[in-house]
């Protein structure tokens, strides 16, 4: 059984309908920002919770995200997380960049602020509510929430590809995953992943 989590109800709509259409039936999708998660789940514990990529930054506190994860785990329930590398953030990734130029300091206090219309599926889509807030939890950062939480961590792994074009001149692979032209492949992580567990 599989329990999905989604502040948008546009999203949780959307989830419900593609399992019915490929016949999944024990997945249930629930509306509710992560923070109030635990209450929205009526205090379940689950084997495993995840994390999916491009989540935690739109977190503003990361050490109250980590509690969450631990206050939805079973006792011994693994948490596994994949998460764009926070050293991102600091270069330019304008369309006209051609290599790699830092831009931002990889420690922010404060959020970045975006005022940009589209969306992750079309860049040109119109949109009307464009500000965006994103705030970059450093890697050490993200570990420190995870064993303040009380989570055991079993390994931390970078990885030199990643899972779209963050940077207009990134090369597609054969594995589908895009990485740095030339000398510049494997100069900086552009992927981690962690996994930890609740104590029995």
């Known amino acids: 059984r599989v329990t999905g989590l989604d502040f948008s109800p546009a999203a949780v709509v959307a989830a419900r309908k ?11 999708f629930v509306e509710s920002e992560v923070y109030t998660a635990p ?14 990529g491009g989540a935690i930054n739109w977190l503003n ?14 006792p011994g ?3 596994y997380m994949r998460e764009f ?22 420690f922010h206090d404060e959020p970045l602020v975006w005022d940009e219309p589209g969306t992750y599926a079309d860049a040109n889509a119109e949109t009307t509510h ?7 939890h450093g890697l050490g950062e993200v570990v420190t929430a995870l064993i303040g939480a009380g989570l055991v961590l079993e390994f931390v792994h970078e990885f030199p590809y990643i899972s779209y074009d963050c940077f207009p001149f990134m090369v597609r692979g054969d594995d589908a995953m895009y990485r740095f032209p030339g000398e510049l ?16």
């Open 18 to 28: 593609l399992a019915e259409a490929i016949g999944v039936e024990d997945a249930r």
């Open 39 to 52: 209450a929205a789940l009526g205090g379940e514990r689950f084997d495993v919770v995840y994390t999916g």
């Open 61 to 74: 506190d990361i050490n109250r995200w980590a509690r969450v994860v631990s206050d939805c785990l079973a």
């Open 77 to 79: 329930g693994t948490f």
């Open 85 to 106: 590398h926070p050293v991102l953030s600091a270069f330019d990734d304008d369309p006209e960049v051609t290599t790699l130029r830092p831009r931002w300091t990889y």
């Open 130 to 136: 464009n500000l965006s807030y994103e705030w970059n």
């Open 185 to 200: 492949d494997g100069v900086i992580p552009l992927m981690y992943t962690i996994r930890a567990h609740a104590p029995d």
